[in-house]
């Protein structure tokens, strides 16, 4: 029973319940306690996934006398418990070593290219462009001479403290997380509409830390500004995404405490769920031996 549970309880968390959550404006108001959500649904699905194969090998191999039947399916439970884990280390791996690589190169082109300016490196490019170059020791935010002269003083001090919100809060990792999911798993698990969505709350959150910083207004103007410009593959860029959305989102100065507390405790409780699912039948049975 307790293996059947968490086979529903992954598939409802890998599939409808991010289709049900992505989009959801409401969501976005409390972007710290909804990401919490969207990584505890994450951590859910897997540990469901594996705990279900885990309890469908102990219930069949271990429990009572195992016949033939039961060795099977236990067999062929651990088979694909052991297959999900490997598909989940593979993405692990090609998801991290593609993004550091790519890092690297540019990084290397940047120092070549950039001078340093007020605490930053500037690129000699007509267009305006702001992002951040992620990295555990070197990383770096990275502005065009386009941006600084289109851009006001405090317009460029809210895109800075954009991009630094990124690399202190380090949301590559988040995003990196999530990206790992989505290339693991089958199509039909709405990972893309995670990896989405998680995108755009690592962007609110980084809003809402540089309009602590400087303001509303001057950033709602600088993202107006590089709204036409995407940042660099495996970067993190103030323009370009969803920006209708986000200047909807700085509007909304209303803290929504009693949400944000709600939507923080479903993300610890859906985790706690399928965890309890596996620990509490083990310790029933350790308690009876």
Do not use: N
Request: net charge positive; proline share 4%.
């Amino acid at each position: 029973m307790t293996a059947f549970t968490l086979a529903i309880l992954a598939v409802l968390l890998a599939g409808p319940v991010p289709e049900a959550m992505a989009g959801r404006a409401a969501l976005r108001r409390t972007p710290w306690a909804t990401m919490l959500l969207w990584q505890g649904v994450a951590l859910a699905a897997v540990l469901s996934a594996l705990g279900a194969g885990l309890a469908l090998v102990t219930d069949r191999a271990w429990r009572g006398e195992p016949d033939a039947v039961g060795l099977t399916v236990a067999a062929v439970a651990l088979l694909v418990t052991g297959l999900v884990s490997v598909r989940l280390l593979l993405s692990g791996h090609r998801v991290g070593t593609s993004l550091r690589s790519l890092r690297r190169r540019h990084r290397r082109q940047v120092d070549l290219v950039a001078r340093e300016e007020r605490g930053v490196a500037v690129l000699e490019y007509d267009a305006p462009l702001a992002y951040c170059l992620p990295g555990l020791a070197k990383a770096r935010v990275v502005v065009s001479r386009g941006a600084l002269g289109r851009l006001d003083t405090d317009e460029v001090a809210a895109v800075i403290a954009h991009e630094r919100a990124h690399l202190r809060a380090r949301h590559d990792l988040v995003l990196e997380a999530f990206s790992v999911l989505h290339q693991a798993f089958p199509r039909w698990v709405s990972s893309r509409a995670a990896l989405a969505e998680v995108g755009l709350l690592v962007e609110v959150l980084a809003d809402r830390a540089a309009v602590r910083s400087v303001g509303a207004r001057p950033l709602a103007r600088a993202l107006v500004a590089l709204a036409d410009r995407e940042a660099p593959e495996a970067m993190l860029g103030a323009g370009g995404s969803a920006l209708t959305e986000r200047v909807r989102l700085l509007a909304d100065t209303d803290p929504h405490p009693l949400q944000g507390a709600l939507v923080g405790l479903a993300g610890v409780g859906v985790v706690v769920l399928p965890t309890a699912f596996v620990a509490v039948p083990w310790l029933a049975g350790l308690a009876g031996a």
